[in-house]
Nanobody
Framework: QVQLVESGGGVVQAGGSLRLSCAAS????????MGWYRQAPGRQRELVAG???????NYADSVKGRFTISRDNGKNTVNLQMDSLKPEDTAVYYC????????????WGQGTQVTVSS
């Protein structure tokens, strides 16, 4: 069974930083996309950032220049460094890993709360 466990959420003042991490356990194919999504109350879940096993990244326009996604393929870990946080970044952040080769899969973490105060 595959599990994703997020950590690093918390409360921070606007302009501050947080670093989220997500570790995947279990057997997953090496060719995949790992990413972070977020969902704020009353809003749709949105992609924050994604990174392929090859290192290609994609960011939501709202976080470009402020957030940095990275991964360790050997550890099946993905991180999200969040700098210059804004109150509108407040949301539950979810880790995701999606297989894009044979035996496609899509797993989600339980979510971690990020609260940015003004």
């Amino acid at each position: 069974q595959v599990q994703l466990v997020e950590s690093g959420g918390g409360v921070v003042q606007a302009g501050g930083s947080l670093r989220l991490s997500c570790a995947a356990s279990g057997s997953i194919s090496s060719i995949n996309i790992m990413g972070w999504y977020r969902q704020a109350p009353g809003r749709q879940r949105e992609l924050v950032a994604g990174i392929t096993s090859g290192g290609s990244t994609n960011y939501a326009d709202s976080v470009k220049g402020r957030f940095t996604i990275s991964r360790d393929n050997g550890k099946n870990t993905v991180n999200l460094q969040m700098d210059s946080l804004k109150p509108e970044d407040t949301a539950v952040y979810y880790c995701n890993v999606r297989g894009i080769g044979f035996g496609k899969y899509d797993y989600w973490g339980q979510g971690t709360q990020v609260t940015v105060s003004s």
